[in-house]
């Protein structure tokens, strides 16, 4: 028996949002999705520079005047199979989202002709059981290519983002390298309709909760009259525009720079796009001037045990140790730093600043933050990462992490949770392990480590 459900919308008035406050202390939660695309697959780079329209002369506006929403038509819709369990659900979801301010039109307008997409779900519950190793990840955000439209789009948005650099202080370098991984300078933005993922993923995914918190942000923004609910699309995941913001923290980041009056982070203009991530960046702290990491050279004595984020030394006192630049001086002292070894002692090591805790606010995955500020150090004429990296060394899956985790708790080392993920926690428990067994210290989940625990 099928069951029939039609949707019918109306237009109304606007809703208002405040910032949030923030701290910029080392990340642990990020309110990014954690599972979403690194960044667009190498297929999809466009071969040569990325055109999109020609910024205008920005204002600085941090909210959208009051208006009306653009609500868009609304298309009626017969539901039946999936649909109908996905329906039973935002029925429910109603009286939620009216408690959060949502009125009645806009929460019909919102969902009409929403269906519940399996391909989500697909992706949601499948993505790669093997992780790229570090330098894969980087192959790809800082290719030559990459490289090459990020210089191309700094020099055609020049204007927009000096005067986005000068307003927030954030270097437009560090800006333009988030949005080439992101998004490709604009050129993958995403095309799922996220009012319709988001439902999916809230009803059916793996969490539900935090989803659900997604698509009542995105209903705000309807709200506000900054997008229509027809026009907001992006990844499957809920990330949107150039930038690809969540819709939470559109809410408390997003501006309306070239002051037309909307947050439009969804346009052929990136300008509002590019505004919004350097005010995003300097509400959690970004110190312009100060690197986000510096790559080291460090002496053979070096315990690798101590590359670890809650031993910060000034660049001079680390200097004194003989850790210095890869030309051999001391680091300049732009403030406490803490010794990185991204992929254990066989591979390259940096001297990381505050900043590079503030790029985590964007994505905590270590490899995200090194891809973006190597990618901002390239598009600055500085030369790539000179240590080799470990290439030898095979990706280990989420399951054979999950199984390091079993045989350190098994053995008495004390790992909070397991996850597969491989957090300082679990780093803690690899290295006093690794003390244990007389093996240098350095953190580093692989296959040697595998084996040394009995696998």
Avoid: C
């Avoid at 990020?30 to 695309?37: G, T």
């Avoid at 929403?69 to 329906?87: F, H, M, Q």
């Avoid at 429910?92 to 009409?112: C, E, K, M, N, T």
């Avoid at 439009?264 to 796009?273: G, N």
Wanted: positive net charge.
């Amino acid at each position: 028996m099928k069951t029939s459900i039609w949707i019918s919308a109306a237009l109304f008035t606007l809703m208002a949002q405040a910032p949030q406050a923030a701290i910029a202390a080392p990340v642990t939660h990020s309110p990014r999705p954690e599972a979403r695309p690194e960044f667009p697959p190498s297929g999809s780079h466009p071969t040569g520079p990325v055109v999109v329209a020609a910024a205008t002369a920005p204002r600085t506006a941090l909210r959208p005047a009051v208006r009306p929403a653009n609500l868009g038509e609304a298309t009626p819709i017969r539901a039946s199979g999936k649909d109908v369990g996905l329906w039973n659900w935002i029925n429910g979801l109603r009286p939620r989202a009216a408690a959060a301010g949502i009125l009645p039109q806009v929460f019909d307008a919102s969902f009409a002709g929403v269906r519940y997409d399996p391909r989500i779900i697909a992706l949601d519950r499948n993505q790669a059981e093997f992780s790229k190793q570090i330098w894969e990840y980087l192959d790809s955000a800082v290719s030559a290519q990459r490289v090459s439209n990020g210089r191309a789009a700094l020099a055609r948005h020049g204007t927009a983002l000096n005067r986005i650099e000068a307003r927030y202080g954030v270097e437009k370098e560090v800006v333009t390298a988030i949005w080439g991984l992101e998004s490709a300078y604009g050129a993958a933005r995403g095309k799922s309709p996220l009012i319709e993922s988001l439902a999916t993923l809230a009803y059916d995914g793996r969490r539900g909760a935090f989803f659900e918190e997604e698509l009542i942000a995105a209903l705000k923004i309807v709200q506000a009259g900054d997008v229509s609910p027809r026009a907001m699309t992006g990844s499957w995941a809920g990330a949107m525009g150039h930038t690809q913001f969540m819709p939470s923290s559109y809410l408390s980041y997003a501006v309306d720079f070239n002051g037309d009056g909307r947050r439009d982070i969804w346009s052929d203009d990136p300008t509002d796009a590019l505004a919004s991530t350097a005010a995003y960046l300097a509400h959690f702290g970004w110190k312009q001037g100060q690197p986000w990491g510096v790559e080291v050279r460090l002496p053979a004595n070096f315990d690798p045990a101590r590359a670890r984020r809650d031993v910060m030394r000034n660049p001079s006192a680390w200097a004194a140790e003989g850790i210095g630049d890869m030309t051999g001086r001391a680091v300049p002292n732009y403030g406490k730093a803490s010794i990185l070894l991204p992929a254990g002692s066989s591979g390259p090591a940096f001297m990381i600043f505050d900043n590079f805790s503030v790029i985590e606010r964007y994505n905590k995955a270590n490899s995200y933050v090194i891809g973006v500020g190597h990618l901002s150090d390239r598009l600055r004429g500085e030369p790539g990462i000179q240590t080799p990296w470990p290439r030898h060394y095979r990706a280990i899956s989420a399951g054979q992490k999950r199984e390091i985790q079993n045989r350190l708790r098994s053995r008495g080392f004390s790992v909070e949770k397991i996850d597969g993920l491989i957090g300082p926690n679990t780093i803690d428990a690899i290295r006093a392990f690794q003390r244990s067994a007389g093996l240098r210290a350095d953190g580093y989940p692989s296959h040697d480590l595998l084996k040394a625990l009995g696998g």
